[in-house]
T-cell receptor
């Protein structure tokens, strides 16, 4: 059974810091992995999607890596800003049966001005 | 913006009632998935519909049911509401298995 874990659960950093959010999954048979941002009380905003054959994806200040063999992904945020404050969710798309996303519980990020 | 819309935005019900949540997928997307996100948790897969047939189900009881219509709209129905059903309900539409586009969600509160 696929399980997704995110560490840390919460993180508070001063503005301008570079930071890394971690995601691990137990079954390497994934179709893709996606990072989402969620603001309080809101829906999900897709940040980066990494196909199982890819190693990383970049968008602006964000870089996500994927190591399928070790069951790990990281989301790197460069030069953090207060507007980056949100919960970041990692989700893997499973290939067993129905294509569905299994989510972690998220990392709650607060960037202090 | 993903082109996926959900209604209503918020909803308050009492225990034992029934509720219907609606989702409008992107045009052409023949697959819709529903997720439940309890407070402080990640979303959990409820079920998926493909071409109007249920195509997979998570660990949710039968009182959670769904419908998908030919016009790319769909519904999530929950009967006999319980307090623990209070959550954000997300629908996601897709044309190919590899990418699901999420709607903004419906916040359900059960009193």
């Amino acid at each position: 059974k696929q399980e997704v874990t995110q560490i840390p659960a919460a993180l508070s950093v001063p503005e301008g810091e570079n930071l890394v959010l971690n995601c691990s999954f137990t079954d390497s048979a994934i179709y893709n992995l996606q990072w989402f941002r969620q603001d309080p009380g809101k829906g999900l905003t897709s940040l980066l999607l990494i196909q199982s054959s890819q190693r990383e994806q970049t968008s602006g200040r964000l870089n996500a890596s994927l190591d399928k063999s070790s069951g790990r992904s990281t989301l790197y945020i460069a030069a953090s800003q207060p507007g980056d404050s949100a919960t970041y969710l990692c989700a893997v798309c499973t290939t067993s049966g129905t294509y569905k996303y299994i989510f972690g519980t998220g990392t709650r990020l607060k960037v202090l001005a | 913006e993903t082109g996926v819309t959900q209604s209503p935005t918020h909803l308050i019900k009492t225990r034992g009632q029934q509720v219907t949540l609606r989702c409008s997928s992107q045009s052409g997307h023949n697959t819709v998935s529903w997720y439940q996100q309890a407070l402080g948790q990640g979303p959990q897969f409820i079920f998926q519909y493909y071409r109007e047939e249920e195509n997979g189900r998570g660990n949710f009881p039968p009182r959670f049911s769904g419908l998908q219509f030919p016009n790319y709209s769909s519904e999530l129905n929950v009967n006999a509401l319980e307090l623990d059903d209070s959550a954000l309900y997300l629908c996601a539409s897709s044309l190919t298995p590899d990418e699901q586009f999420f709607g903004p969600g419906t916040r359900l509160t059960v009193l």
